[in-house]
Nanobody, 123 residues
Framework: QVQLIESGGRLVQVGGSLRLSCTIS????????VGWFRQASGKEREFVGT????????YYAPSVKGRFTISRDSAKDTLFLEMNSLKVEDTAVYYCAAGASPALGATRGWDFWGQGTQVTVSS
């Protein structure tokens, strides 16, 4: 069992920056992939990026690559999503997730999900 809790979402202006956090707890998540997803109103949930907890290897969706950065603090069991150069289309509820062997780049196969945190980017 793995538990994830997102925080840090708020209203920001176009071009601004924001850091989201996800605290993670539970059994043996250190060997898991952890990732960020988002779901805009009226749209399907989509993959944002992922990191392998133990090794730190990252992978990003093309829409955010170069603007978003995923990192983790192992001592605090916390996952981060640093978002820069924000666009209106980044507005969504952002979720963190974990899985032992998920389909990277997709929403399927992830075992555990947080409740989400709202990010709104205004023009």
């Amino acid at each position: 069992q793995v538990q994830l809790i997102e925080s840090g979402g708020r209203l920001v202006q176009v071009g601004g920056s924001l850091r989201l956090s996800c605290t993670i707890s539970g059994r043996d998540f250190y060997t898991y992939a952890v990732g960020w997803f988002r779901q805009a109103s009226g749209k399907e949930r989509e993959f944002v990026g992922t990191i392998l907890w133990s090794g730190g290897t990252t992978y990003y969706a093309p829409s955010v690559k170069g603007r978003f950065t995923i990192s983790r603090d192992s001592a605090k069991d916390t996952l981060f999503l640093e978002m820069n150069s924000l666009k209106v289309e980044d507005t969504a509820v952002y979720y963190c997730a974990a899985g032992a062997s998920p389909a990277l780049g997709a929403t399927r196969g992830w075992d555990f999900w947080g409740q989400g945190t709202q990010v709104t980017v205004s023009s």
